[in-house]
């Protein structure tokens, strides 16, 4: 998968993904190379091949961007229906993961358009207690640059995806 050529196809992937997860995860490597993943519900796409993630829960990614920056999103298109009917046809329409590489950037505060961003997608959970919590006050992101894309392959049932 070509990251630039691709880049459409990607974001719309993660855009599934989210709507049928609410979070994509992230792998990270602490200092003793350890790796960890962190689940963000906050991760957006940029057009160029950059994205931010809003930078209020997590605690290790911060930590490990000061030794390695190095990152990996997974994102899993879960929606049963398009999985009932890949076991039913027993090949996928569609790729039903796609991990992305990159690199974790600075942190720093949120733009109005950022924020504004989180707002329309959050939107579907104003007035419950949990979206209060969650995604109310949300001050800084952490920029991302993507550098390498990655299908998941399983077998004959995404041989024919292109």
């Given at each position: 998968m070509d990251i630039t050529a691709d880049w459409y196809k990607i974001r719309e992937h993660f855009n599934k993904s989210f709507s049928s997860n609410f979070h994509i995860s992230i792998a990270s490597v602490d200092s003793e190379n350890n790796?960890?993943?962190?689940?963000?519900?906050?991760?957006?796409?940029?057009?160029?091949?950059?994205?931010?993630?809003?930078?209020?829960?997590?605690?290790?990614?911060?930590?490990?961007?000061?030794?390695?920056?190095?990152i990996c999103l997974l994102g899993v298109n879960?929606?049963?229906?398009?999985?009932?009917?890949?076991?039913?046809?027993?090949k996928f329409s569609d790729?039903?993961?796609?991990?992305?590489?990159?690199?974790?950037?600075?942190?720093?505060?949120?733009?109005?358009?950022?924020?504004?961003?989180?707002?329309?997608?959050?939107?579907?959970?104003?007035?419950?207690?949990?979206?209060?919590?969650?995604w109310k006050k949300m001050e800084f992101v952490r920029e991302i640059e993507f550098s390498k894309a990655e299908k998941i392959n399983l077998g004959k049932m995404t041989n024919d995806l292109k």
């Open positions: 790796p960890t993943v962190t689940p963000i519900g906050s991760l957006f796409l940029n057009d160029d091949q950059t994205g931010f993630y809003f930078e209020k829960f997590p605690s290790k990614l911060p930590k490990h961007a000061k030794t390695n920056p190095n879960s929606r049963r229906l398009f999985w009932i009917k890949a076991l039913f046809r027993e790729y039903p993961a796609i991990k992305i590489y990159g690199k974790l950037g600075e942190r720093r505060k949120a733009t109005e358009k950022e924020i504004s961003r989180l707002n329309r997608r959050m939107k579907i959970t104003n007035g419950l207690k949990g979206n209060t919590y969650l």
